[in-house]
């Protein structure tokens, strides 16, 4: 296991369609840590995990993955990415166990499953409560199972660096359960985990730092908010504090600082300002 910082991402800058979305993002995962992204609809938490893996350029700002620039990085066997709201049908006529083989391709190439390749599919299906539906069509299944089999997908490269995107979303409260308990070995093994969530719920107690985006900067840094709370709500909740309204977003301003507690702050980043 590496003891490489999973993730480093400093003043991140990105746009999309034309609209400046990211203003200087920085953003730090050690290994076996569990860093929760939260923040409102639209703050650009989404953007955030979607430049880190490399599916949003960066206009400006630096991301390197686990120590090796992200224009040199090749092994993304060791991440496993769980994208936001999708199927896990996209009408591809697959079995569930296809799709979950699928996230062990990368250690296997395209040589048959081995042994232990089969072992850690059952294991990961067990793990999210799938595998008495192994044998069925994913577009069978419910949109939440969809989304378990998803999940399974990404860990069962046994990756050290998962990244989720609203993992629990559509999900019940059961099977949230599990996967905190499945997640937990995951961290325990030493994989770091990357999770956008609007309510902690029965991951809470994995996680470790929370960082909280409002329009597109960093606005917290540092302990989880208090149970029960998605995310902290900015010092002045008026009109100004919700999305849309920050009118350095509208000009594309970068960040300004941000209520870091500098005992949770990563430890290789530089303080989240943009030059
Ligand atoms: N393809 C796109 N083109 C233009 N703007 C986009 C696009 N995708 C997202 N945006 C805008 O970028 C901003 C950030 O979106 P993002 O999906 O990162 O937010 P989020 O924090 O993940 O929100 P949510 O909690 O609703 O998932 C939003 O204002 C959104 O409208």
């Not at 049908?89 to 499953?113: D, I, N, T, W």
């Not at 081995?114 to 949109?143: C, P, Q």
Request: aromatic residues 2%.
């Amino acid at each position: 296991m590496t003891t490489a910082t999973a993730i480093s991402l400093r003043g991140a800058v990105a746009s999309l369609g034309g609209r400046p979305v990211l203003r200087g993002v920085d953003l730090t995962v050690q290994p076996g840590e569990v860093v929760a992204l939260l923040g409102a609809n639209g703050s650009g938490k989404s953007t955030t995990v979607r430049t880190v893996v490399g599916s949003v350029p960066l206009q400006r700002g630096t991301l390197e993955l686990f120590g090796t620039p992200y224009a040199r990085f090749r092994h993304w066997h060791r991440i496993g990415y769980v994208p936001q709201r999708t199927t896990a049908a996209s009408g591809v006529p697959a079995s569930v166990r296809e799709v979950v083989s699928a996230g062990r391709l990368s250690r296997h190439g395209l040589l048959p499953l081995r042994r232990r390749d089969r072992e850690a599919v059952d294991r990961a299906l067990s793990a999210v409560g799938m595998l008495d539906r192994a044998a069925d069509g994913v577009a069978d299944l419910s949109g939440g199972q969809q989304q378990r089999v998803l999940i399974a997908r990404a860990m069962v490269g046994e990756p050290d660096l998962l990244i989720m995107d609203e993992p629990m979303a559509g999900v019940d409260l059961a099977s949230q359960q599990v996967l905190a308990r499945t997640l937990r070995q995951e961290v325990e093994r030493g994989a770091a985990v990357l999770l956008v969530l609007h309510e902690l719920g029965p991951l809470e107690p994995l996680i470790d730092r929370a960082v909280v985006l409002r329009d597109g900067c960093v606005a917290q840094d540092g302990p989880p908010p208090p149970s029960g709370r998605g995310y902290p709500q900015p010092p002045t909740a008026g009109q100004h504090a919700l999305p849309g309204h920050d009118p350095d977003l509208l000009t594309g301003q970068g960040c300004h600082p941000h209520a870091a507690d500098d005992h949770h702050r990563p430890r290789t980043t530089a303080p989240g300002l943009l030059p």
